[in-house]
């Protein structure tokens, strides 16, 4: 069964997250991207920061034969709380509590639960690391409904630019998720979508694909360059990557694609 829950526990892929975020951004609810980006972003962090804060065991650290190895793969840093069934419950909980649609609870809310329970199958977190996962999600989710255009939560350029400093200034010790949760939160923090979404079935087609080869192509190409850099610099690194890349995404594809994301005033 493993294969069957493998192709669940990937809709929890980072590479699924970024192509989710970019086309809820462009087809669906531009609106709604920036509330939804920073709670994604802080909410990757404090996941990562209780990993590797409380440094809790995964189901094989001490039975190696629990899971196999494909299985283990999907699985970075210590157990608790589970990254997968958070950054789910926050992505997809987050557009259905935007959207408030009856079938798009039950429809994201099935794959929330497909994704959190691949885990269990596949023998790479315990259930407590999965509940915690879930709960954290859920009051994630819930931040991505606030308003964020208005005072402290306002994009202003101070606020970005000072939690980009503060990631270029890590120790390279530290996991590389704190650069990149940083990186995100201070590009969405930033960056507020100003257009519209395609009007017609040809301008969403040509806007995913064409703005996912772009950002797909920006991702790979700025990870290959952030190899070339020395140690001491990959930490600032990975966090300019994913500040670029969130920009690419909400101000370089809609300026290139302007004839089907039509811009708007702020």
């Not at 390279?172 to 507020?192: D, I, N, V």
């Not at 190899?227 to 670029?244: E, Q």
Request: charged residues 10%; aromatic residues 10%; hydrophobic residues 55%.
């Amino acid at each position: 069964m493993d294969s069957f829950w493998l192709a669940f526990t990937a809709f929890g892929a980072d590479l699924v997250f970024i192509a989710v975020l970019t086309l809820y951004g462009w087809l669906v609810r531009p609106a709604g991207l920036r509330a939804l980006g920073v709670a994604f972003a802080l909410s990757y962090l404090v996941n990562s920061l209780l990993k590797y804060g409380l440094n809790l065991p995964r189901p094989f650290t001490n039975d190696p034969g629990a899971a196999s190895a494909v299985a283990k793969a999907t699985a970075g840093g210590p157990g608790l709380p589970s990254g997968h069934a958070q950054m789910s419950m926050t992505l997809w909980g987050g557009i259905a509590a935007q959207l408030r649609r009856p079938w798009v609870w039950g429809v994201l809310g099935l794959l929330v639960g497909l994704v959190s329970y691949s885990r269990l199958a596949l023998h790479v977190h315990y259930p407590s690391d999965v509940l915690v996962g879930l709960l954290l999600g859920v009051l994630f989710a819930a931040l991505a409904t606030l308003d964020w255009r208005h005072g402290l939560l306002a994009p202003k350029v101070w606020l970005p630019a000072l939690v980009l400093v503060i990631a270029c200034l890590l120790p390279t010790r530290l996991p590389e998720e704190y650069s990149r949760g940083l990186g995100m939160l201070a590009g969405f923090w930033l960056a507020e979508p100003r257009y519209l979404p395609p009007s017609h079935w040809a301008g969403r087609i040509g806007v995913a694909v064409i703005g996912l080869v772009i950002v797909i192509g920006v991702y790979l190409g700025l990870s290959a360059l952030a190899g070339l850099l020395p140690s001491a610099l990959s930490g600032a690194a990975r966090a300019l990557r994913y500040f670029l890349l969130v920009l690419v995404a909400v101000w370089g594809v809609p300026a290139l694609l302007r004839v089907w994301l039509r811009p708007v005033g702020v």
